[in-house]
């Protein structure tokens, strides 16, 4: 049984080398051991949003019973998006649970998550914190997803009103991502984000 | 079988020879490989059988994916409903010399006439074509002889899951159907 997953990541694994998506450098999948039980995927932020210009590091895990079962994934780059966890990069994606069919592979599980990116589900969430600025303040969650881009996946977009709030907190003593993730939880408003920490 | 299918395969023939010796042969005797994979494994499929939403598996495959989701059975391609019993195996030229597949476990389904409703709903899958080539004859007879539900008298198909005598009495009936379509459809054509 285990044989079939490792012959099956072999073959995909060589299929999505030669594919114009990673000629793109739009997706890209490196071997972790030689056993191919684990992998590591990596996938662009898609162009006008907030991720644009990011590069999202995701841990695979290939259980024994793939393809029958799906990979479990996860983001290693911390993420700021209502159906991915802020804490421990959990997804939830119809596709990773219920909804995985044995046809698909890495290539279609990469670009899931990459449309994922591109189009969240606010009312489906794994972080109900993202999911419900998302929902009540779109402007602000975009900010504070390009931010967080900036800082954990390479992204382009500065924004020095959010580090210099950052850098207040850090005076006090609060840890950097601290910090941030009680800014972002609170609309980057500094005083209640103070508030919830000291509190 | 169909008169279709042959003259499908003329189109083929005519259309390769007027891609010549065009570059992308190659490609296209790849991909023509890649049209034998099964969707699961990747690998050539072996004891092969084919889904009403047209998508080709190892039944090995297909079975355990089944097995994986009972309550769930869908395509692994498409997500159309699937199931044992609406799935075609496939027999290649070669297969007689092969030990029989549905004595080996998981045992493939044997090849069958579905009933008229199922016929139908397979349509709403995919590509009608595919349905084509399975039949005898032209559409309508078809769908007369899938009407009576009897097991199709394919020689090579062991007694399996029905009872002999049962079996026997629908395959006259059987016969006698096929010859007035056969005697019907010599007239028509
Ligand atoms: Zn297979
Ligand atoms: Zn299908």
Redesign the interface.
């Known amino acids: 049984m285990a044989n079939i997953a490792a012959q099956r990541i072999k073959r995909e694994f060589k299929e999505v080398i030669k594919s114009e998506e990673v000629a793109k450098c739009a997706i890209k999948l490196e071997l972790v051991d030689d056993n191919y039980t684990e992998l590591r995927g990596e996938i662009a932020g898609p162009p006008d949003t907030a991720y644009e210009g990011g590069n999202f590091l995701l841990e695979i895990k290939v259980p024994e019973t793939y393809p029958f079962n799906p990979p479990k994934v996860r983001f290693m780059t911390r993420i700021w998006h209502p159906n991915i966890s802020s804490v421990t990069g959990a997804i939830c994606l119809d596709i990773l649970k219920d909804q995985w069919a044995a046809a698909m592979t890495l290539r279609t599980v990469l670009l899931s998550l990459q449309a994922l990116l591109s189009a969240a589900e606010p009312d489906d969430p794994q972080d109900a914190v993202v999911a419900r600025q998302y929902k009540e303040n779109l402007e602000m969650f975009k900010l504070t997803a390009r931010h967080w881009t900036n800082v954990y996946a390479g992204g382009p977009n500065v924004n020095p009103e959010c580090d210099e709030k950052i850098k207040r907190l850090i005076d006090m003593g609060i840890e950097e991502h601290q910090a941030r993730v009680a800014l972002s939880s609170y609309n980057w408003d500094l005083e209640r984000a103070t508030e919830q920490l000291f509190s | 079988m169909s008169t279709t299918s042959t003259s499908e395969e003329v189109k083929d023939n005519t259309s390769r020879e007027d891609e010549g010796d065009a570059p992308n042969t190659k490609d296209e005797d790849k991909s023509n490989e890649n049209l034998l994979e099964c969707?699961?494994?990747?690998?050539t499929a072996k004891d092969a059988v084919v889904s009403l939403c047209g998508?080709l598996f190892c039944w090995p495959?297909l079975h355990?994916?089944l097995e994986?989701r009972p309550n769930?059975p869908?395509?692994?391609?498409c997500?159309a409903a699937i199931s044992r019993e609406k799935v075609v195996p496939l027999y290649g030229r070669g297969s007689k010399k092969q030990e029989d597949p549905r004595n080996k476990v998981p045992p493939r389904p044997a090849g069958q006439r579905t009933e008229p409703d199922n016929n139908f709903s397979g349509f709403g899958f995919g590509d009608g074509g595919f349905h084509m080539s399975f039949g005898i004859g032209a559409f309508p007879f078809g769908f007369f002889t899938s009407t009576f539900n009897f097991g199709e008298p394919r020689p090579n198909m062991p007694p399996h899951g029905t009872p002999q005598n049962m079996e026997e009495q629908f395959l006259s009936k059987v016969f006698l159907w096929l010859a007035l379509i056969f005697i019907a459809w010599l007239l028509l054509a």
Request: proline share 6%.
């Open positions: 969707n699961i494994c990747l690998d998508h495959c355990q994916w994986t769930r869908v395509c692994p391609v997500k």
